[in-house]
């Protein structure tokens, strides 16, 4: 019997051989979920010129200062007016928001503080200067950096790029995972069960963790339980994968491909974790590229708890992103909890917003029913064998 490896040199191993993807020059509509590799600064001012925050009438305050004041009405100034307007002493323009504001204006009575009037306005209440007008530079002077590298781009990222004029930028991409499950009883969910088969499942769970996690899924199907099959399909993946994830196989069965596959490569190293679930891992590099490779536990709980634990940190790690252990909150828990001696378990737990921590009732590795009703893992170190109700524990949430 081989010993135990501890979870945080199993994740410290990950992290120290994945790296961080070469930066990619996209086109906006490509950026979403991507990550920063460049410091972006707006080449222009933000707004760039005054501009009106109200539609109304662009005055002079002064002019307005003694109310009801009936004025005369210029011109009118649009959104998009590339005319250089002014107004003299007196005088008013009726001006829409984002419309350059005529020099001489000082200030912008909104629409409803008047009679609305087109050739001449009663204005119905004074305004100080500056009131209602947008001043250029106000959000972004030229040359500000706007988004440091490093920034994981969300929508309001991706506004502020368009807002600064990019059209391109560049970005570490999101990584392509290639998702591949073993195991000869597995069946597409959809299909009919044959006698000692399931529906196959770990791969819906895995490809939507990784699209969570930022990355780019794709589902490889269903690899029997043959180690050359499962190579074949390896090889023809490895084109498109950044990064791969195979369930099942893994164990100490008489079939099991995966190890069968990758134990005489000597790249990919399995171990015995001090974890449950999730005991049996195997991670490593495979072809001239050196792509990352997790292979997973089959047990549907065992390889989500894994993908959260090990492939989470390492796509963080792949997007440049600040990489390490799964964060934790606090919890107190609600209920007396076990644990295994010498293993680090992750037991699944209704996280409530009080701050307690209600572990569900099944706890098996393939109970993933239980899985789905939980929406924490809750954290007992290897040398902790129980807990009572109201201990404090640390909690992923899911
Ligand atoms: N003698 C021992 N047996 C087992 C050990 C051990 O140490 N000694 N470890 C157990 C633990 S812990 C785990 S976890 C599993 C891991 O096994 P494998 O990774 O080899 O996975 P399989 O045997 O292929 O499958 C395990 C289980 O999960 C179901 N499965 C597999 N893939 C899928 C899928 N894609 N979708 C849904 N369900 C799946 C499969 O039918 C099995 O029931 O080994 C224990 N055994
Ligand atoms: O370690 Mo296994 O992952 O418990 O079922």
Redesign the pocket.
């Known amino acids: 019997m081989n010993s135990l490896r501890s979870v945080d040199d199993h994740l410290a191993g990950i992290l120290n051989t994945v790296r961080t993807l070469a930066p990619l020059e996209v086109e906006l509509e490509q950026a979403l979920g991507t990550t920063l590799a460049e410091e972006v600064t707006s080449p222009v001012a933000l707004p760039p010129f005054d501009n009106s925050a109200m539609d109304g009438y662009a005055v002079r305050a002064e002019d307005v200062a003694a109310v009801p004041v009936t004025l005369p009405v210029i011109d009118d100034v649009p959104a998009g007016d590339d005319r250089l307007q002014a107004i003299g002493p007196g005088m008013v323009m009726r001006i829409m928001t984002g419309a350059p504001l005529p020099a001489g204006a000082d200030a912008v009575i909104p629409v409803e503080w008047t009679d609305a009037g087109t050739a001449q306005v009663v204005v119905g209440r004074s305004a100080a200067p500056g009131h209602a007008i947008r001043r250029a530079g106000e959000d972004v002077r030229a040359g500000d950096v706007v988004l440091p590298a490093g920034t994981p781009i969300g929508p309001a990222q991706l506004g502020v790029l368009a807002g600064v004029g990019r059209r391109r930028v560049l970005v570490r991409p999101r990584p392509r995972v290639v998702i591949i ?3 000869a ?2 069946v597409e969910p959809g299909m009919p069960l044959g006698p000692g088969q ?6 819906y769970a895995l490809l939507a963790a990784v699209r969570e996690a930022g990355g780019e899924g794709y589902r490889a199907g ?1 690899v029997s339980d043959d180690a050359a099959g499962f190579l074949d399909q390896l090889d023809a993946q490895l084109v498109r994968a950044d990064l791969v994830i195979t ?7 008489a079939y ?1 491909p995966v190890k069968e596959a990758l134990g005489p490569l000597g790249t990919v190293r399995f171990d ?1 974790v001090a974890m449950q ?4 891992q195997g991670f490593g590099v495979v072809g001239e590229d050196h792509i990352p490779l997790f292979a ?5 709980v ?2 989500f708890v894994s993908f959260m634990l090990f492939v989470r940190p390492a796509l963080r790690k792949m997007r440049g992103l600040p990489a390490g252990p799964t964060p934790t909150v606090r919890a107190v828990t609600a209920a007396p909890l076990r644990s295994p001696q010498g293993k680090r378990s992750f037991l699944r737990g209704v996280l409530a917003p009080d701050g307690t921590v209600e572990p569900v009732r099944r706890q098996g ?2 109970q993933l029913a239980a899985l789905a009703s939980a929406n924490a893992l809750i954290v007992v170190p290897e040398d902790v064998t129980e807990l009572p109700e109201g201990a404090n524990v640390e909690v992923i949430p899911l």
């Open positions: 499950s073993t195991g009883e597995l399931i529906w196959e499942s770990n791969s269903i369930s099942g196989g893994v164990s100490m069965g099991e015995r679930p999730g005991m049996p997973l536990p089959g047990n549907p065992s390889s590795s393939h």
